[in-house]
């Protein structure tokens, strides 16, 4: 089984500052099948990119990702209010059929 | 619009069963898996397992291979995860989510249900 590890645990920053958001897995993930979602409290989570880098639909240009392999990443280029959230990876393994999240990272308010 | 519409809360002591329901309005039912994704409280996303409506089939994660039941009734739209032998461990938000607007490779979650809190507890 693909193990997802999100880091850091916790990102501090500031509206307007960019932050960056690892997932490492244990092994080489297929780009088409790696997700990210945005989760803010008491919601379900919301999907954001697909594919490793293509926006879902109404996701601002402000969110990107990117990597390939085992290595992926995603970028806030400039946060906003309402971008502070937790963020999980997730992947898909055709073999058997099965979804794995990461532990996620906390984006908060510095 | 498209949306999945869960059942509510749930209390269940342990070792009971608990069963609940998502339905689907917006879209062809039968044409997309229904996946099941729990959070315990503070914890991360699991998904569970996923039914395939136009047939019944199924796909469970291993870990809950054995006391989970994904089933679906196509006259209503509707899909259902039953989950026996509850442990206090259980409690969660319990998600429905599926795949409408993607490519069909993409295999990530793109419409949510709001979920539905399950707790298990003596």
């Known amino acids: 089984e693909i193990v997802l590890t999100q880091s850091p645990g916790t990102l501090s920053l500031s509206p307007g500052e960019r932050a960056t958001l690892s997932c490492r897995a244990s092994q080489t993930v297929t780009s088409i099948y790696l997700a990210w979602y945005q989760q803010k409290p008491g919601q379900a989570p919301r999907l954001l990119i697909y594919g490793a880098s293509s926006r879902a639909t109404g996701i601002p240009d402000r969110f990107s990702g990117s990597g390939s392999g085992t290595d992926f990443t995603l970028t806030i280029s400039r946060l906003e209010p309402e971008d502070f959230a937790v963020y999980y990876c997730q992947q898909y393994d055709n073999s058997p059929p099965t979804w794995t999240f990461g532990q996620g990272t906390k984006v908060e308010s510095k | 619009q498209v949306q999945l519409v869960q059942s509510g809360a749930e209390v269940k002591k342990p070792g009971a069963s608990v069963k609940v329901s998502c339905k689907a309005s917006g879209y062809t039912f039968i044409d997309y898996y229904l996946h099941w994704v729990r959070q315990a409280p503070g914890q991360g996303l699991e998904w569970m397992g996923r039914i395939a409506p136009n047939s019944g089939g199924t796909d469970y994660a291993q870990k809950f291979q054995v006391r989970v039941t994904m089933t679906r009734d196509t006259s209503i739209n509707t899909a259902y995860m039953e989950l026996s032998r509850l442990r206090p461990d259980d409690t969660a938000v319990y998600y429905c989510?599926?795949?409408?607007?993607?490519?069909?490779?993409?295999?990530?979650?793109?419409?949510w249900g709001r979920g539905t809190k399950v707790t298990v507890s003596s």
């Open positions: 989510a599926c795949s409408i607007t993607l490519p069909g490779l993409a295999n990530a979650f793109d419409i």
